[in-house]
């Protein structure tokens, strides 16, 4: 199959999920797709929100815990890891800063952090996050 067909036969089947995926009930599912966000980028996104809420908590064992397996997913971003492991309240201009670097398209930060929130991802941290202004 040639190139062409193949990304005209993935625009279908993109198109296709849509479809048939409840945006309501999975809101970050249907931004990822509008987006066209990729399994790496998904990935780090939710890492910085789940080390977000370990240092919202002052969970420092489950924050070393995370340290090698973040440091891989966030490589190829350009983040260091000591930077989102830092000891202090997260706020909405560092979420900024690493979403900047992991997408690389105009990605409003409120429509994101409100559909991972709608979708019961890290949703403390989201709201968190969307009051920081």
Known sequence: M?????VELLKYQNYLLKTIINGDDY???????????NEKQVEATVEILSIFSNRLNGEKESLNLRK????????AFGIAVEE???NEKPTR???ESYKDKIFSSE?????????????????????FLLQDN
């Open 68 to 75: 090698n397996s973040a440091g891989k997913k966030f490589d």
């Open 2 to 6: 040639s190139l062409e067909k193949e």
């Open 93 to 95: 201009k560092e979420f």
């Open 27 to 37: 809101p970050f599912f249907m931004f990822a797709l509008d987006h066209n966000l």
């Open 107 to 127: 990605i409003e930060t409120k429509y994101l952090l409100m559909s991972l929130q709608r979708q019961h991802i890290k949703p403390n941290v989201c709201e």
């Open 84 to 86: 989102v492991f830092k």
